[in-house]
């Protein structure tokens, strides 16, 4: 188990702590929902989870399967509803990897993204396209 300690500093801002490494971040409310946009927001996060879980667990697998995937990118888009309530309604992310598209590897590694514990952690109403482009 791992802690998260939040300090609410005011005007919609919040300073997290990781627990076992004391690493900092910071938190705006987005300017479209009355903050300054100065930080992530809070559904920032969820977008950058999923993107850095799926390059996390792929150079995981990586390492078992002695590839490199260093340079690999992953962007995400985060979509939010019309309607009420405010909610994240998509997360269409793209992987660029460092490998050529006749990889042997490729199956493995794809699946392996979209299985990492952050895809499988979000409810399907969300709903997160992945496309892979094979770049080597």
């Not at 076992?20 to 929902?33: R, W």
């Not at 999923?50 to 078992?64: H, P, R």
């Not at 794809?110 to 892979?132: D, Y």
Request: glycine content about 8%; charged content about 20%.
């Amino acid at each position: 188990m791992v802690e998260v300690n939040i300090i609410y500093t005011g005007g919609l801002h919040c300073d997290a702590t990781h627990g076992p490494s004391h690493s900092k971040l910071a938190t705006d409310a987005p300017a479209d929902n009355k903050g300054k946009g100065a930080a992530f927001s809070p559904t920032d996060l969820v977008a950058t989870a999923l993107g850095t879980c799926i390059s996390t667990t792929m150079g995981i697998k990586a390492e078992e399967l002695g590839v490199d995937l260093k340079g690999m990118t992953v962007s995400v888009q985060k979509e939010m509803s019309k309607d009420a309530p405010r909610r994240i309604v998509g997360l269409p992310s793209e992987v660029h990897i460092p490998l050529p598209a006749n990889s042997p590897h490729r199956e493995i590694l794809e699946q392996t993204a979209l299985n990492c514990p952050v895809h499988k952690s979000l409810p399907p109403e969300i709903k997160r396209p992945t496309k892979f482009f094979w770049e080597g």
